[in-house]
């Protein structure tokens, strides 16, 4: 079974309105990390933001939030006020055990947005 | 530089040809990790190391790939024998800590292997 699932391939989304990626994930650990990375067609990995499982907060950073859903097992990335500069892949990944030592992450399929002017 | 650094960035092969890829890590990072790439998918799990350690290389797709971190910063992904298969994008990221919340990766530009 897929651990992370992204079901929207592609998105468009019209310059400064806000769009929402899914992505849903499946673990049986309590202690993880989710994390949303962004990937330009340059192909380097971006940081975006990140939400622990024991947050009891929605994640924030400054145009990105998360829409966490710990019981749905969900974290949908939310990016207000779309830019051109925006349109990437967008990928959302999960670090098991995180108090274990080196677990890699594990990435969903992605999501293509684009941003239309 | 301050980032994750990568190379060579883009590699042609011939089939049955061995290749070497370096990956320099932030200064200090404790875990580095390879991840493969291929067209249009996220990328997955190769080998971990921590500092010089490789403790996980249960990614690593057959016995011709083969990591190394000699001296805990600088690492190398060897693969022999390339075959079509291996063409992708390969990806190294670092972090600062080998466990712990937050703990994000920090991830060089990737090396492109194509192997013809």
């Known amino acids: 079974a897929q651990k992370i699932t992204q079901t929207q391939p592609g998105m468009f989304v019209q310059e400064k309105e806000a769009v929402t990626l899914d992505c849903t994930y499946d673990?049986?650990?309590?202690?993880?990390?989710l994390f949303w990375y962004k990937q330009p067609s340059s192909g380097e990995m971006i940081f975006l933001i990140y939400?622990?499982?024991?947050?009891?907060q929605n994640a924030t950073e400054g145009r990105y939030s998360l829409n966490f859903q710990k019981a749905r097992k969900s974290t949908n990335l939310v990016i207000s006020a779309s830019q051109l500069g925006d349109s990437a892949m967008y990928f959302c990944?999960?670090?098991?055990?995180?108090?274990?030592?080196?677990?890699?992450?594990?990435f969903g399929p992605g999501t293509r947005l684009s941003v239309l002017p | 530089g301050a980032g994750v650094s990568q190379s060579p960035r883009y590699k042609v092969a011939k089939r049955g040809q061995d290749v070497a890829l370096r990956c320099d890590p932030i200064?200090?990072?404790?875990?580095l990790f390879w991840y493969q790439q291929a067209l249009g998918q996220g990328p997955e799990f190769l080998t971990y190391?921590?500092?010089?350690?490789?403790?996980?290389k249960s990614g690593l797709p057959s016995d011709r790939f083969f990591a190394e971190r000699p001296e805990g910063s600088v690492s190398t992904l060897k693969i022999q024998r390339t075959q079509q298969e291996d063409s992708a994008v390969y990806l190294c990221?670092?972090?600062?800590?080998?466990?712990?919340?937050?703990?994000?990766?920090?991830f060089g530009p990737g090396t492109r292997l194509t192997v013809l």
């Open positions: 990221a670092s972090s600062l800590r080998d466990r712990g919340p937050y703990n994000e990766q920090f």
């Open positions: 673990t049986s650990d309590q202690s993880y990390g």
């Open positions: 939400q622990g499982s024991y947050d009891e």
């Open positions: 990944a999960m670090r098991e055990g995180i108090y274990n030592y080196g677990q890699n992450f594990v």
């Open positions: 200064s200090g990072h404790v875990s």
């Open positions: 190391f921590q500092n010089e350690a490789q403790l996980d």
